[in-house]
């Protein structure tokens, strides 16, 4: 009466792990976000299991049967279709339900491709800050980073090939254009790529090949780092005026424009009045 909770490869089938191999073999019933996609890789291992289907949209109303056949006494093996299961990916009910009724769940550790792309992204590591994907609309998104602001630890996000270019110049409204961004694309695959820019170059690099544009990514942002330079009293003054008629993201604009300043900047202590 036990779940694993297997981590498998994000493009490289190399990197399943020893014991993820035997794990799957070893389980009456593997549950698999898709199981087409999934059947191939247990194809290619050699893994002859009965799949069961838990994606997004019926984990809540599917988690009772499974639960109903662990407590009958089967092994079961959650995986998702690339990397660590639950990082942004289905099985939070289902092992949240197990801990509700005492069941066992064991994770088996491997691939995510957050962490891989953080280890090599030369930005610092010891506290970081998982986003997952960001909002799908603009003001959303732009309000989901405006939070963000002042967050110390290097950030760490995903993105699709539809919205990547969106993002980027949202963060660059948001963050200002210097701010350092390392993008990883197609991590362990044969087109796996590792760049660093500020984010306004970012943009222009991908604008310079669209096929820089396709792919799966993770986006490693650096964090906020306190400029110790005192701005010009004039300058705060002007925002707080600007801050009484408009909202705060445009009186931080207007006001940076004007002292040739960081909007950023103005805007965290923007938000400072307004606690």
């Given at each position: ?273 307004e606690d």
């Amino acid at each position: 009466m036990t779940l694993y909770i297997v981590a498998t490869p994000i493009g490289n089938l190399d990197d399943i792990t020893l014991r993820a191999i035997d794990t799957l073999k070893g389980v009456d019933l593997i549950a698999a976000e898709d199981t087409r996609h999934s059947g191939l890789l247990l194809q290619h291992l050699g893994i002859k299991a009965k799949l069961f289907s838990l994606h997004d949209h019926n984990e809540q109303e599917k988690v009772h049967i499974l639960i109903e056949k662990l407590q009958s006494g089967l092994s079961i093996a959650l995986i998702s279709d690339a990397g660590t299961p639950l990082i942004n990916d289905p099985g939070y009910h289902l092992v949240k339900t197990c801990r509700e009724n005492d069941i066992k769940v064991v994770p088996i550790p491997g691939a995510c491709a957050a962490i891989a792309a953080l280890s090599v992204a030369g930005l610092p590591s010891d506290k970081f800050i998982y986003e997952g994907f960001l909002p799908a609309k603009s003001k959303a998104r732009q309000d989901s980073l405006a939070s963000l602001i002042t967050e110390p630890r290097t950030l760490i996000f995903y993105e699709s090939t539809h919205r990547l270019l969106d993002t980027l110049k949202d963060m660059q409204t948001i963050f200002g254009a210097d701010k350092q961004i390392v993008l990883a694309k197609e991590l362990t695959k044969t087109w796996e790529t590792i760049v660093s820019f500020p984010v306004n170059e970012l943009i222009n690099w991908l604008n310079q090949d669209p096929s820089r544009q396709k792919g799966e990514f993770v986006l490693i942002v650096t964090g906020y780092t306190e400029v110790n330079n005192d701005i010009d009293p004039k300058a705060i003054n002007t925002l707080k005026l600007l801050q009484k008629e408009l909202p705060l993201k445009k009186a931080a604009a207007i006001t940076a424009e004007i002292y040739g300043l960081k909007k950023n900047q103005l805007y965290q202590i923007g938000l400072n009045f307004e606690d």
